[in-house]
């Protein structure tokens, strides 16, 4: 008998993995470097030479090419959870190889980040305000030229920017507001929101967490805030990158605080970025209850509010968290509530943005939204999404500029 496909064991993540190939048309790497179907494979090839002990040359080159083009460019996202006969997560099977390569200074940075969450916040809003008015002084043409040179020169470690990167967010106080009306929410704004504002170019320039207070006062909700904001969050920029003690550290924080914040479930947790509220479901008890912002809408505001539709063809993204959650209908619903027309992109899944790894590695990003710009018809000049990194990335490959939904809402 000869020929029979070698299937050694790598992780129990992916030992079940048939190679069906299943999960490659959803993945966002798919036509830039591997699938999940392939990264599995070449695992199980390392796997294989290194218990047989043979060739040592293959098996470390397997190793070094593997960090580019398996976990680099992962946008670990999970998206082929979905299409997955047996609902492997090929991702978190990236994030386990990131922290085994974790060196000891990037584990005591990581702990000292989680430490001091509310100064780091605090650096990078700032960091955001200040690249935001070198642009607004130099140009985009000369700021593109500048960071593209500065990236070169660095062997593509300086993150890349693009001029939809937003500006440091306007710093609020977050106070319980309390109305007359017996309607009741929790209202978690997310570090990426409390840090990230509206880019250059948006068209509407308020804060994303005061167009959700703006949705909140209109339906008559009171709204209380989770008390100890500036050190909350999910730990998903932790977990991404493989420190998984540092993202329970966070969680644990963060879950404490909206179990008192929610009366141990009793109201409901509202949280503006898809891909955190995500993270935390994944993570907390079933009892506290949590919606990202077209769920909420869908489920608490629509026998509430007076949606007058814009006149006008929006593009909407579906984030891998909403997928994942499986809410893709409801924003089918919430969409068609504020726009004449939605169009939802079917060549479109993950854009690849994932983060950080659209600045650090763009070509993901780039890859992963190439079919996006020809799906837009000419008369699209708006779109919607919910997950703030991921609307830099579909505003600079979609040529349009893409805000939180809650804005139209």
């Known amino acids: 008998i000869e020929n029979l496909k070698p299937m050694p064991a790598v992780d129990d993540i992916v030992n079940k993995c048939i190679e069906c190939g299943f999960c490659e048309p959803v993945c966002p790497s798919k036509n830039i470097t591997t699938t999940p179907r392939q990264r599995i494979t070449t695992q199980r090839e390392i796997a294989r030479l290194r218990a047989a002990h043979e060739d040592e040359a293959l098996m470390q080159e397997l190793l070094k090419e593997f960090r580019y083009l398996g976990e680099q460019t992962c946008a670990a996202d999970g998206l082929c959870t979905t299409a997955c006969p047996l609902s492997i997560n090929t991702g978190d099977l990236t994030k386990k190889l990131r922290g085994a390569r974790a060196t000891d200074g990037q584990k005591k940075l990581a702990q000292w980040i989680a430490d001091n969450y509310a100064t780091v916040a605090k650096l990078v809003r700032s960091s955001l305000s200040l690249v935001n008015f070198i642009h607004s002084i130099i140009g985009t043409s000369l700021m593109s030229g500048m960071s593209k040179a500065l990236r070169n020169l660095s062997g593509g470690k300086i993150p890349l920017w693009n001029p939809f990167l937003p500006?440091?967010?306007?710093?609020?106080?977050?106070?319980?507001?309390?109305?007359?009306?017996?309607?009741?929410?929790?209202?978690?704004?997310?570090?990426?929101?409390?840090?990230?504002?509206?880019?250059?170019?948006?068209?509407?320039?308020?804060?994303?967490?005061e167009a959700t207070l703006s949705v909140l006062e209109k339906a008559n909700y009171s709204v209380i805030f989770p008390k100890g904001l500036d050190e909350l969050c999910c730990g998903m920029s932790?977990?991404?990158?493989?420190?998984?003690e540092q993202a329970d550290q966070q969680f644990k924080l963060l879950e404490k605080a909206l179990r008192e914040a929610s009366n141990n479930g009793q109201i409901p947790i509202l949280i503006e970025n898809g891909s955190c509220t995500y993270t935390i479901k994944a993570k907390i008890d079933p009892a506290i209850r949590l919606y990202e912002p077209v769920e909420f809408v869908h489920d608490f505001l629509m026998d509430k509010l007076s949606f007058r539709k814009l006149p006008e063809t929006i593009a909407v993204h579906v984030t891998c968290s909403s997928t994942k959650m499986g809410i893709a209908a409801k924003w089918r619903t919430v969409a068609n509530l504020v726009a004449e027309k939605a169009i939802f992109p079917k060549d479109v899944t993950c854009c690849g943005f994932a983060g950080d790894r659209g600045f650090l590695f763009p070509e993901l990003n780039e890859a992963a939204l190439a079919r996006l710009k020809p799906e837009l018809p000419h008369d699209c000049k708006t779109g919607v999404s919910n997950a703030r990194t991921c609307e830099i990335g579909l505003s600079l490959h979609g040529g349009i500029s893409?805000?939180?939904?809650?804005y139209l809402i």
């Open 238 to 244: 932790f977990s991404s990158k493989g420190f998984t």
């Open 402 to 406: 893409y805000q939180s939904i809650m």
């Open 167 to 209: 500006k440091g967010a306007k710093t609020a106080a977050f106070r319980d507001i309390k109305r007359a009306a017996d309607l009741t929410v929790v209202y978690f704004p997310t570090c990426i929101v409390r840090a990230m504002g509206p880019a250059k170019s948006d068209p509407d320039q308020r804060e994303l967490y």
